[in-house]
């Protein structure tokens, strides 16, 4: 009876394989750039164990520029989850692309900064010495997602810099921050820590000061039009998990408080 055992365990087993690989799936997935390092790492885990596969769409979480996630939705363009910051998820909610059950709360993210490889390291530890850095850099680079919205409408103002800064600061569209510090077109570069780690030719600062910090969280969920709703969820529960969160703070994000 043995050889017959293990003959029907062997058709057992490929019966099982036949059925994943039948179930298996392509996902659409748009990411924002503030994810977009702990999903490098995440999503090709998910696929190995899942037997799906992940076509990767990488844009902002607003903004106008074409590549932006809302603007891709608006267009018509197919995706079966969206990764971005939270309040902009929320307004896709809003308009119902985007179905309200599926929303997962994903990790924070902190606004850092940067220098050029080799160039020495401000003190923004406080309030006062990261005014005085930014007072005494030649040129301010920061981003046009939200930690740079919220650098100069809300940050310049709170340190009383606004007026100084405004001949000097550039918010930089499309493109990594710290790629225009690396290349010496501007002295400092403001970011999230995330999209700043990744960029060669800097180095890294420091996370600006928590009195001053603005924290934003990512989060998902599936288009209501998403055509593999069912392999969607099981990536957010994947990208969500408890095993998830050493590569998240890797990357240098930070874990949801549970």
Known sequence: MKPLFKSLNAVAFAVCAFSNAVHAEELTVMTSGGFTAA??????????????????????????????????????????VVIMVGYALDDLIKQGKVDPASRVELADSRIGMVVKAGAPKPDIDTEQALKRTL?????????????GVYIQNQLFKKLGVEQQLAPKGKMIERIPVASVVASGDYEVGFQQVAELLPIAGTTFVGKIPESVQSVTRYAAGIPVNAEHPAQARALLRSLSSEQAQATLRATGLDSVPR
């Open 135 to 147: 007072l005494a850099a030649r040129s301010v680079a920061y981003s046009d997602s939200a930690s």
């Open 39 to 80: 999903y490098q790492r995440l999503g090709p885990e998910f696929a190995q164990h899942s037997g799906n596969t992940l076509k990767t769409v990488l844009g902002p979480s607003m903004g106008k520029a074409q590549e932006a996630i809302p603007n891709r939705l608006a267009r018509g363009e197919h995706a079966d």
